[in-house]
Each structure stands twice: as C-alpha cells, then as structure tokens.
C-alpha cells in the first residue's frame, strides 16, 4: 500500500507539555513506534504538525532585542521543518535499520488572496490568561482567540493550492524512500516561490499530499481513538465508519476535528476505492485493518461489525500517475 500518515501536533507536545527538546524527543520515539509497524511492507510518506514549535519561534523571535524585526512565520515554519524532520528521520533510522529514510524541506503554494488572510483561525504556540493574551496583543499586534478556557495566538491559515515538491516526493517513494514531508503544512509560498505570512493547515495539506500521490489510504492520526458523535455529552460514541456527506453534516470542532474530516472527506471523494481513519496514533496499525479508527470512504458500506481489510490493505496497488496527477 501507498500510505500518508499524518501526525497531530500532541504527537511531539501535548498540552501542558514544557516545550524542551527531550519531551519532544521523548514523544517522537512513541509516534515512531506505531509509524514503523505502518512502514512494514508499505510506502510510507509521513507529515506532521508544527503549531506549538513554531508559536514557540514566534514568542522568542519577537522578544529578541537584538532583531529589528521578528522573523517571519514561513522561515519559522522551515526552521521547525528542519528540527522535527530531523528527530522522526533518526528515531525512524533506529526502528527500521537499512530502510532509506529522508526528510525534504517541502513548499506548499497558496494563494496571496485567499479570503483566510483577512479572518485568522490556525492556532498557533501556548495559551495565555486574560492579562497575558492582553499584552501580547497589545505589544505584537497579534491576532487572539480562545481556545477552551484560555487564550491563543491565531494566524492565516489559506487553502493549499499545490505541493511544489510533489515530484521528488514521488520519485524518492516509487525508488521505495521513507519519505518525511510537507511538515507543519508545508512552508506557503505564493506563485513567485517567495514566503508568505500564515501557517497552512496539516491536514487539509496532507490530503493534498495524497490525493496527488495516488495513495491508497490516508491516516490522520492524533489523540483520540475515533472521531466521535454527540461529542462533549452523556451520549458521545465513536463512529466506525461514515460517508463524507454524511460527516461533514456533523457539528464538530472547528479547531481540532473539523479540519480532519475535511481532510479526510476531501481525499475520500477524490480516490474512490481509497479509505481515509481518523485515530488514535497508538492504535496506527488497526487503523489500516479496520480494528480501530473511523474510516471515511466514498462508497456505501455496513457499519462496522468486525475488522475488515479494507479496500487495497491486501497489497494490490490502486491505478495512480506520477507527477502529480492521479488517476
């Protein structure tokens, strides 16, 4: 099977997490455990988020006395492309010795008018308190906004157009590469390949990613084992299976399951056949079979009773083009 597996932020540092290297590091060597038994037998292409790194950047930047101005986020976002590819390719390398493994700084083209530059919505870095959120914004001008109780930063978030790596990706895959890419979304760019100030979401860029890959299954993997229904009340369960239609008519989060069943929906309807799980990274490989996880595909099935392949898990490759055209 062709896989891209996406990683949550949580995956590297949780809430509440102190933002040091050796938690990050510690949390990696966990994801790298599930991500390896995925690679078994598989072409695997995996991406991640950066919020909490690169809002990390961001506070330290702009508190630099030394710099006349704080860095941008698209640097910012290359800089923990860099960091985070490089600890997932090392753990990788200890896990799965002899396998080819590479981690390539990806861009990710946006359109400069896209209207998401005029509502800012991506959260990025810690939370504050009311006072704190206060200075912040009154000293940096950023944009704030509540997530759960407390207070976060939030920037451009537009639509991923195109991934301008798209084509070595593909070639280092079909030459059977581990691939790391389009990390934190991609550095967004505009058409002329100069930086641009937001930060693209993971997801909806790692559908891109596989849409255009031709791949046969597209793993979102977070926290949670299962994205649930009647979230937050006495009655929540986990969905086994569901339809895009039939998942974007559900009220969920728009700053953390929302963005995922877009996803998810996105690339179920532009590969038929293929099969999109939203779960937990622990449960990585049930996923795949049908064990764990909410599978969305574009195509009317039972609910789930028992585990069940799913549609490519025998092995059998899905018809695909390269360079980024899918079949």
Request: aromatic fraction near 2%; include cysteine.
């Given at each position: ?16 997490d ?43 930047s ?37 396998r080819?493994?590479?981690a390539l700084?990806?861009e990710?083209?946006v ?5 998401a ?8 870095g ?13 000293e ?11 207070w ?20 280092l ?21 100069r ?23 597209l ?24 339809t ?22 996105r ?17 990585a ?36 083009t ?6």
């Open positions: 099977m062709r896989i891209v597996a996406a990683l949550g932020g949580n995956a590297l540092l949780r809430r509440g102190p933002p040091e290297a050796a938690v990050q590091v510690a949390h990696v060597r966990e994801a790298v455990e599930g991500l390896a038994a995925l690679a078994a037998g598989n072409e695997l292409i995996i991406t991640h988020g950066n919020g909490p790194q690169v809002g990390l950047l961001a506070v330290e702009a508190a630099d006395p030394a710099l006349s101005a704080p860095y941008p986020l698209d640097v910012l976002g290359a800089e923990t492309q860099g960091m985070i590819g490089y600890w997932l390719v090392r753990e990788l390398r200890r896990a799965l010795p002899g080819e493994i590479a700084l990806t990710t083209a359109d400069p008018r896209d209207p530059f005029g509502a800012p919505t991506k959260f990025i810690r939370s504050y308190g009311d006072s704190e959120a206060e200075r912040m914004r009154a940096h001008g950023w944009a704030m906004r509540k997530d759960g109780a407390a976060r930063r939030v920037v451009p978030s537009p639509e991923p157009r195109d991934i301008v790596e798209l084509p070595t990706i593909a070639r895959t079909d030459a059977g590469c581990l691939v790391v890419a389009v990390g934190g979304g991609g550095v967004p760019t505009g058409g002329d390949h930086g641009i100030e937001a930060v693209v979401d993971k997801d909806l860029a790692a559908a891109l990613l596989a849409t255009r890959l031709g791949a046969d299954a793993l979102l993997l977070t926290d949670v084992p299962a994205i649930m229904r009647d979230h937050g009340t006495p009655h929540a369960r986990p969905i086994g299976h569901i895009p239609g039939l998942l974007r008519s559900l009220p969920l989060p728009a700053g953390s399951m929302g963005p995922k069943a877009e996803a998810a929906s690339f179920a309807e532009h590969r038929p056949g293929a099969v999109a799980v939203v779960g937990a990274l622990a449960d490989p049930a996923l795949l079979s049908g064990a764990a996880g909410t599978r969305i595909e574009n195509r009317h099935t039972s609910p789930r009773t028992t585990a069940s392949p799913g549609p490519g898990v025998d092995g059998r490759r899905q018809s695909r390269r360079e980024g055209r899918t079949a």
